[in-house]
């Protein structure tokens, strides 16, 4: 079983601040199966993206994923309110796992 | 539009079940499965398992196996997932997600969850 380490746990940022996260995987995942997802308070997960690096349907180009092996990043150029959120990275190959999250709040 | 619907909050016993719907609509339901995911207060998300809306097969969680039963009804394009043996531990938010995947050779294999109900509240508590 994947087990998925994501880093780091908080992220206190402002409005048009960059943000980067990282998600490191305990063997190898295949790039087609890592996905990244955004929660707010009292809602579902919603689907950033997808293979790693491709942008799910409507959502905003600030949004970027990048990695291979075990090692992926979210990054967010340009922080909007809205971005403020917790972020899970997801193997969903096979026995899909999630990583424990990182919140991402307003410094 | 695309979208899940998920049945409402439930309060039940420790050592009972509890059975959560799941209504899809503005697609082909047959055309992807549901997978389960779970997140307890406070917590992160936890994968369930997964059902093929197609020909029924499932793939679950080996932590889950045994008191965990999912299902669908294809003339409703509905998906269920019956958690039994209820414990406090499983006090969560249960979301259903639209799931691509098949199984082959005895392994199963998914896609993104693209689409996520609203979630269901499960209480345990005597």
């Known amino acids: 079983e994947i087990v998925l380490t994501q880093s780091p746990g908080t992220l206190s940022l402002s409005p048009g601040e960059r943000a980067t996260l990282s998600c490191r995987a305990s063997q190898s995942v295949s790039s087609s199966y890592l996905a990244w997802y955004q929660q707010k308070p009292g809602q579902a997960p919603r689907l950033l993206i997808y293979g790693a690096s491709s942008r799910a349907t409507g959502i905003p180009d600030r949004f970027s994923g990048s990695g291979s092996g075990t090692d992926f990043t979210l990054t967010i150029s340009r922080l909007e309110p809205e971005d403020f959120a917790v972020y899970y990275c997801?193997?969903?190959?096979?026995?899909?796992?999630f990583g424990q999250g990182t919140k991402v709040e307003i410094k | 539009q695309v979208q899940l619907v998920q049945s409402g909050a439930e309060v039940k016993k420790p050592g009972a079940s509890v059975k959560v719907s799941c209504k899809a609509s503005?697609?082909?339901?047959?055309?992807?499965?549901i997978s389960w995911v779970r997140q307890a207060p406070g917590q992160g998300l936890e994968w369930m398992g997964w059902i093929s809306a197609y020909n029924g097969n499932t793939n679950y969680a080996q932590k889950l196996q045994g008191r965990v039963t999912m299902t669908t009804d294809t003339s409703t394009s509905t998906a269920y997932m019956e958690l039994r043996s209820l414990r406090s531990d499983d006090t969560a938010v249960y979301y259903c997600a639209s799931t691509p995947g098949y199984c082959s050779g005895g392994s199963c294999y998914f896609d993104a969850f693209d689409i996520w109900g609203q979630g269901t509240m499960v209480t345990v508590s005597s």
């Open positions: 997801q193997q969903y190959g096979s026995s899909p796992a």
């Open positions: 503005g697609y082909t339901f047959t055309s992807y499965g």
